[in-house]
């Protein structure tokens, strides 16, 4: 089989926001407690921190991180976070049945956040609360001082500021499951009336509304309409959140789904623009999937937990090689929508749904679906450029043309170079691929790597490095062509100079 890729170095779809490589830490089964914090581990700093967790989000290159929730944060009280830690109370967590301590609260997770090199994407509960504490948080995290929230921050110990710049208003208030979950028209006017406070507060904050929690939702697209009518010049971002699996075992459908993701984003894309058109509006609103990624592997396990655990294993999803490969190609599905999808958080970051696992008292390691993501998140940085691909086509149960290659092509300016990011779909067959690069002057392969040939339910937890880069030599130049075979079932990244 064939595939084309063509590339203009002037035809660019947009630069890449660095937020589209955030990712997501949530009061959530083992993700904080024996995640990123484990002060009696090997690799704890002073802090608690396991440094082996902190090195591979490092190598992840995450410059966001949403907190402290998801469905968690709309039964949560801030207040109880901070403060001596002997003084925290420990609270019921509704959302998952299970036991917060506040061991680890916001002064804990922003110094996590200096460590991890990494900004924070704070929510706030509009679940059980409102506009009075949300207001208090912000004034509390980035007022500089003189004020009663702002001098409780400096008692605490932060003297500056903490400088949060991304907020969530809310967490899916759509979802029947959501603590506090609304109508459209009530979070709409909850939502506004926080937005309003919040900007009053600090007026450089950017602040995201909630969408659908996925566009299966009944309510999805009036949902979005309503709150967007009531919220639009306040708010500045609208969210995204999709979880897929193969639940039915059928890989070819699977491996299209990054596609329901495009319809997705276009979909919201297209109502944010019509209301903004009703409105006679000269904003435009952004989109923020901040919450994305395959989740279905645990849920048996989940279904029979205990409730009322402290940081129990819950939603540790094992990857395996089709999870890497869907990844990949939802991965090249936010670079093509990079013109309106400024941020994007992988959910989530350590052990639930998670790229980095941690072994308590053991090792830190990595699922098949870290790769795609580090090599995205590294290399793709600069102009996503447009692509104008031929490839051939399959019709899956769900989707009647499926391309075998998946592909985008990303300039670095500064780094003076160009990625080519690919997925073959095939099982069976390779792909003689080759990309035309337009306008560039092509010298050399910097770097040419795989994941491929395993098969397509081997996981990393038996053995951490089952599935690992390798790499392809395959690839050459010639003119400004880059030519060379994508292996059937293969995740690949092409760095030329
Ligand atoms: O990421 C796990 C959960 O998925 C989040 O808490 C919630 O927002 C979503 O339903």
């Known amino acids: 089989m064939k595939a084309d890729l063509v590339v203009n170095r002037e035809n660019i779809i947009s630069e890449v926001d660095p937020r589209l490589y955030g990712s997501f830490i949530e009061h959530l089964g083992r993700a904080v407690y024996s995640g990123i914090y484990e002060p ?6 002073e802090d608690g921190f396991r440094q082996d967790v902190i090195d591979l989000v490092n190598e992840l290159n995450v410059p966001l991180v949403r907190y402290p929730g998801g469905n968690f944060v709309s039964g949560f009280n801030w207040e109880d976070s901070i403060g001596p830690k002997e003084d925290r109370p420990t609270r019921l967590d509704l959302a998952w049945r299970t036991v917060e301590t506040n061991e680890v609260g916001l002064h804990e997770f922003m110094n996590w956040a200096q460590q991890a090199d990494t900004e924070v994407n704070m929510a706030v509960n509009l679940g059980t609360r409102g506009v009075d504490a949300a207001r208090n948080l912000l004034e509390y995290s980035n007022h500089p001082g003189g004020t009663y929230w702002s001098d409780l921050r400096k008692e605490n110990g932060a003297e ?31 939502a506004t009336e926080t937005a309003k406070a919040m900007k009053l507060v600090d007026d450089s904050i950017e602040l995201v509304l909630c969408g659908s929690s996925s566009s299966k939702m009944p309510t999805f697209g009036e949902w979005e309409y309503t709150v ?8 500045d971002y609208l969210s995204l959140h999709m979880y897929w699996g193969n639940q039915e075992e059928d890989l070819e459908n699977y491996l299209a789904k990054s596609i329901e993701m495009d319809e997705f984003i276009k979909g919201v894309v297209a109502i944010c623009d019509a209301v903004k058109a009703k409105n006679g509006s000269d904003k435009t609103i952004n989109l923020s999937f901040d919450e994305w990624n395959v989740w279905y592997h645990s849920n048996k396990a989940d279904d029979e937990m205990e409730p009322w655990q402290i940081a129990p294993p819950l939603l540790e999803d094992i990857y395996n090689f089709e999870d890497a490969l869907l990844v990949g190609c939802l ?24 790229p980095i696992m941690t072994i308590e008292n053991g090792e830190a390691w990595k699922q098949p679906i870290f790769y795609p993501f ?46 080519v990011f690919a997925v073959n779909r095939s099982k069976e067959e390779s792909v003689n691929f080759t990309t035309t690069l337009n306008g560039f002057t092509l010298e050399s392969i910097v770097e040419s790597t795989e994941l491929a040939g395993y098969d397509i339910k081997l996981t990393n937890e038996q053995d951490h490095d089952g599935i690992k880069l390798a790499d392809n030599n395959d690839f050459e130049i010639n003119g400004n062509e880059l030519v060379g075979e994508l292996k059937p079932l293969s995740w690949n990244t092409i760095r030329i100079s």
């Open 40 to 45: 009696g581990h090997e690799t704890a700093n």
């Open 160 to 190: 500056e500021p903490f400088g949060i710049k991304t907020w969530c208003l809310g967490n899916e208030m759509d979802g029947p499951w959501q603590i506090g979950a609304k109508t459209a028209d009530e979070y709409g006017r909850l």
């Open 228 to 235: 967007l009518d009531h919220a639009y010049d306040y708010v």
């Open 331 to 354: 991965l090249i599905t936010l670079l093509k929508n990079a013109d309106r999808v400024k941020i994007a958080c992988l959910a989530q970051l350590v052990n639930v749904i998670a």
């Open 374 to 419: 580090m090599q995205v998140s590294n290399y793709g940085r600069g102009n996503v450029l447009t692509p104008s691909v031929e490839s051939e086509t399959y019709a899956s149960k769900d989707f009647s043309e499926v391309p075998y290659v998946e592909t985008i092509a990303v300039h670095n300016e500064e780094a003076d170079e160009v990625v």
